[in-house]
């Protein structure tokens, strides 16, 4: 059984940073790839950024590129997302994921999903 635990939220005006982690239990990431995604009040669940199954290469929603950057540390089986430039739209819980499929742009490719980590950003 894979368990994911985030952290890291909370609130921030705009304009600044937060770095969300995402704690997986036991060779998680030898076994699945990693996502984030988040949901906003009213809203469905969305992709925010991924890595390939190999762990290499790195997938970004537009909304966020170039402000958002994925990252994870494979010793101890947690992973990042670095968060700069935040803005209002920014808003949301947001949600790490464990997969086995190659689809890491929709909710139903992922297998494990943390409880979430809100965040939210004044203006």
């Known amino acids: 059984q894979v368990q994911l635990v985030e952290s890291g939220g909370g609130l921030v005006q705009a304009g600044g940073s937060l770095r969300l982690s995402c704690a997986a239990s036991?060779?998680?990431?030898?076994?699945?790839?990693m996502g984030w995604f988040r949901q906003a009040p009213g809203k469905d669940r969305e992709f925010v950024a991924a890595f390939s199954r190999t762990g290499q290469s790195t997938y970004y929603a537009d909304s966020v590129k170039g402000r958002f950057t994925i990252s994870r540390d494979n010793a101890n089986d947690t992973m990042y997302l670095q968060m700069n430039s935040l803005k209002p739209e920014d808003t949301a819980v947001y949600y790490c994921?464990?997969?086995?499929?190659?689809?890491?742009?929709?909710?139903?490719?992922?297998?494990?999903w943390g409880q979430g980590t809100q965040v939210t950003v004044s203006s």
């Open positions: 036991g060779r998680t990431f030898s076994n699945y790839a």
């Open positions: 994921a464990a997969r086995k499929s190659p689809y890491y742009r929709s909710t139903q490719g992922y297998d494990y």
